[in-house]
């Protein structure tokens, strides 16, 4: 499943948090973001996603811990600071102008242009040539780059964004909640352009609530739960069940219990389900708060 690593992560963050004021937002996080590698962020809304992934971006400054880029500790002072060390972010709503062609939305803010002084034009011809290219090369065929991009599909959206940062030299793509407004064919899509961008070399960050869509393309799993860390997994550590089992979370099933119990009574098989998910919850969560502090999980 994985492409291409190396022994020094691209990114590394250790301990990172962020606090306004008395409230911590994200505290003592910690994981690592390889080349060839789809490390996934997972949780809950609320969880602490947002504020990790835009430290990465560099729309916000950490409080706490450290940054690494290449292994060196980085300071990103703005989004167009972290572009520039290669880490690309596709928000979920893709800032993108519906009804602009694909080939202008491909290359919105950084068009190539042609000609001299008064003569200095718009270069349509190589900007479709190379639109048309960078979506083949990710496996996306579009008849016509011309089209308006509010007419393809979220997921096709999506793909476009994704080539997009691949071809202007994205080296960490942060990917934030791609696949949460899509229904299943298209979240597949999605999934497959991932994994595609994954074994073209770049080290993706996947920040979703579904673990059903991170554990077939993700190589390392980060759980966040109300803006600390529950986990940090290589793939061989965790399965889907228990991923999901983590995610689910122990005390809420119990919640969820014993408020069934007194709607429906605690012999109804719902209800029994629920408990015995609790429990396995449980001994799940146990085991990961074992394994991320142990130093194989938090490498």
Same mark, same amino acid.
């Given at each position: 499943?994985?492409?291409?690593?190396?022994? !020094?992560?691209?990114?590394?963050?250790?301990?990172?948090?962020? =606090? *306004?004021?008395?409230? %911590?937002?994200?505290?003592? !996080?910690?994981?690592?973001? =390889?080349?060839g590698q789809v490390t996934c962020v997972l949780g809950d809304n609320g969880a602490g996603k947002s504020t990790?992934?835009?430290?990465?971006?560099?729309?916000?400054?950490?409080?706490?811990?450290?940054?690494?880029?290449?292994?060196? &500790?980085?300071?990103?002072?703005?989004?167009?600071?972290?572009?520039?060390?290669?880490?690309?972010?596709? *928000?979920q709503d893709l800032a993108v102008v519906p009804l602009m062609p694909v080939w202008r939305n491909f290359f919105?803010? $950084?068009?190539?242009?042609?000609?001299?002084?008064?003569?200095?034009?718009?270069? !349509?011809?190589?900007?479709?040539?190379?639109?048309?290219?960078?979506?083949?090369?990710m496996g996306i065929d579009l008849r016509d780059v011309n089209q308006p991009i509010g007419t393809l599909s979220?997921?096709?959206?999506?793909?476009?964004?994704?080539?997009?940062?691949?071809?202007?030299?994205?080296?960490?793509?942060?990917?934030?909640?791609?696949?949460?407004?899509?229904?299943?064919?298209? $979240?597949?899509?999605?999934?497959? *352009?991932?994994?595609?961008?994954?074994?073209?070399?770049?080290?993706?960050?996947?920040?979703?609530?579904?673990?059903?869509?991170? *554990?077939?393309?993700?190589?390392?799993?980060?759980?966040? %739960?109300?803006?600390?860390?529950?986990? %940090?997994?290589?793939? %061989?550590?965790?399965?889907?069940?228990?991923?999901?089992?983590?995610?689910?979370?122990?005390?809420?099933?119990?919640?969820?219990?014993?408020?069934?119990?007194?709607?429906?009574?605690?012999?109804? &098989?719902?209800?029994?389900? !629920?408990?015995?998910?609790?429990?396995?919850?449980?001994?799940?969560?146990?085991?990961?708060?074992?394994?991320?502090?142990?130093?194989?999980?938090?490498?």
């Amino acid at each position: 499943m994985s492409g291409v690593s190396t022994d !020094v992560p691209v990114v590394e963050v250790r301990g990172i948090g962020k =606090s *306004y004021g008395p409230v %911590n937002a994200l505290a003592g !996080v910690s994981t690592t973001v =390889s080349a060839g590698q789809v490390t996934c962020v997972l949780g809950d809304n609320g969880a602490g996603k947002s504020t990790f992934i835009k430290m990465l971006a560099g729309a916000h400054t950490p409080s706490s811990g450290e940054l690494l880029v290449d292994g060196d &500790p980085v300071t990103f002072s703005s989004p167009r600071a972290a572009l520039d060390a290669g880490i690309a972010t596709v *928000y979920q709503d893709l800032a993108v102008v519906p009804l602009m062609p694909v080939w202008r939305n491909f290359f919105l803010g $950084s068009e190539l242009t042609t000609g001299w002084g008064p003569l200095r034009r718009l270069d !349509v011809k190589r900007m479709k040539q190379i639109t048309y290219t960078e979506l083949a090369n990710m496996g996306i065929d579009l008849r016509d780059v011309n089209q308006p991009i509010g007419t393809l599909s979220g997921g096709e959206r999506q793909c476009v964004a994704i080539a997009r940062a691949v071809y202007f030299g994205a080296r960490v793509l942060i990917l934030d909640e791609p696949t949460a407004a899509l229904g299943v064919k298209q $979240s597949g899509v999605v999934l497959k *352009y991932i994994a595609r961008a994954r074994d073209r070399g770049l080290g993706v960050v996947f920040i979703t609530h579904n673990p059903h869509h991170a *554990y077939p393309v993700g190589d390392r799993f980060l759980l966040l %739960n109300r803006g600390t860390s529950i986990g %940090n997994f290589e793939k %061989n550590e965790i399965s889907l069940s228990q991923l999901t089992s983590m995610m689910a979370g122990g005390a809420e099933l119990d919640s969820l219990a014993h408020e069934l119990q007194r709607e429906i009574g605690e012999d109804s &098989p719902v209800v029994q389900e !629920v408990v015995r998910e609790a429990e396995q919850s449980r001994r799940v969560e146990g085991a990961g708060e074992r394994s991320a502090s142990s130093p194989t999980a938090s490498a």
